[in-house]
Each structure stands twice: as C-alpha cells, then as structure tokens.
C-alpha cells in the first residue's frame, strides 16, 4: 500500500525558515516525480515544486523561486521541501503529493500544517 | 499559466438530486499527442484531496458510477447523476496538459 506522511511544519515568524519532510512507503520512490501541493486556508490548491526522479532537477511555483528548495533522498525514500523567507501568504496545508504513470497527483500525503505569523 | 474557471463555486444540492459543475480553460488543454490531462479531485474538511476522474472521463478505482466526467478542448464537466450525503465537500479540477499545471478555484458542494 502507497504510504505518504509528511512532517516538519509548525508556526515560524515571517522571514523564518521550516524543512518539510516526507517518508514514503509501497512504492520504488526512485521511479517517480514527487511534488508538493499547498492548501491555502479558505482558498484552493495550488502546486508548489517539483522533482525528478532522481533529484537532478526541481521546478517552482513563481511566487516560492528562489525562496524554497525541493530534494529528495531516494536511499532512505525521503522527500524535503526547505521552505526559507517565509511570508505570510505562505500559511497552508502543505501535501507530499506522487504521480504514477501518466495520471496526475495519484497519491496524496496527510498534509502538515504551515503557518507564518 | 493556463486559467481554469469552475463555476458554480457554491452548489447546493438535494440529496438523490443531480449536480454539475462546470470548469473551463483558458486555452485548449489537447496534448500534442492529442491526448488531454483533465482531472477532477474532491476534498472534504480535515482531509486529503482525492482524485474522482483522470483523462476527462476516466473514474479511479473505488469511485462510485454516479460520477462522471466529460468534455473535450476547453469545456469540461463533472456529474454527480444523485448525490449522496458523503459528496459534500470541495470539487477541483485539475490540468496538467500544460506546464505549470494548474487548479480551478474550487466548487463547494453543501447538502440541503
């Protein structure tokens, strides 16, 4: 069985810095894109970063560039998101999220809550 | 980045009554290889969104048969034939035709 959960959110001041993780279970984690997906409260889902299979390369939302970096470390089947500079319009729910195949977003974690205040 | 529209973004619904929500995109969501990357996910309070429908029409293991979805280029739909008291929630369509890959606002479902 497919298993996400995530950890590491919590409350941080603006300009503060948080490192999420998720331990994944049930599948060959090398194999597959991994994201990270936000729920911003009373709002929608937004996608946040991406990575590939093997960690060469991760891509961003606009508005969390430069700010955020997505890894991963495939031995221990681990996925991070370093989330720096935090702001205020970065207070979600944030989702390890994994694709299989050519369908979208198959798999989700619990979701960690994030807020900056 | 492609835009996507739900409408409408509140439904209320008669419980054995049919219900649809429509989400329409900014531009066409055809791969290049004709192919179109429409989903639908729902989402209850305290939970993990959860996809219904992959490929515009496809339904996932598990989902009952009274969700559908349709459409084709820029319009698509998702239908409930009789809701059932667990359908309340947040519906969301998403694209991943294009990148960066993109939700619709949202459409939230309450039971009368």
């Known amino acids: 069985e497919v298993e996400l959960v995530e950890s590491g959110g919590g409350v941080v001041q603006p300009g503060g810095s948080l490192r999420l993780s998720c331990a994944v279970s049930?599948?060959?984690?090398?194999?597959?894109?991994m994201k990270w997906v936000r729920h911003v409260p009373g709002k929608g889902l937004d996608w946040v970063a991406n990575i590939r299979p093997d960690g060469s390369e991760g891509y961003y939302m606009e508005s969390v560039k430069g700010r955020f970096t997505i890894s991963r470390d495939n031995a221990r089947n681990l996925l991070f998101l370093q989330m720096n500079s935090l702001r205020g319009e970065d207070t979600a729910v944030y989702y390890c999220?994994?694709?299989?195949?050519?369908?979208?977003?198959?798999?989700w974690g619990r979701g960690v809550p994030v807020t900056v205040s | 980045d492609v835009v996507l529209t739900q409408s409408p973004l509140s439904l209320p619904v008669t419980l054995g009554q049919p219900a649809s929500i429509s989400c329409r995109s900014s531009?066409?969501?055809?791969?290049?290889?004709?192919?179109?990357?429409l989903s639908w996910f729902h989402q209850k309070p305290g939970q993990s969104p959860r996809r219904l429908i992959y490929m515009i029409s496809n339904r996932d293991s598990g989902v009952p048969d009274r969700f559908s979805g349709s459409g084709s280029g820029t319009d698509f739909t998702l239908k409930i034939s009789r809701v059932e008291a667990e359908d309340f929630g947040v519906y969301y369509c998403?694209?991943?035709?294009?990148?960066?890959?993109?939700f619709g606002q949202g459409t939230k479902v309450e039971i009368k």
């Open positions: 999220v994994r694709d299989y195949r050519d369908l979208p977003m198959t798999n």
């Open positions: 531009q066409s969501l055809v791969n290049s290889d004709g192919s179109i990357f």
């Open positions: 049930g599948f060959m984690f090398s194999n597959y894109w």
């Open positions: 998403l694209q991943a035709t294009h990148w960066p890959w993109t």
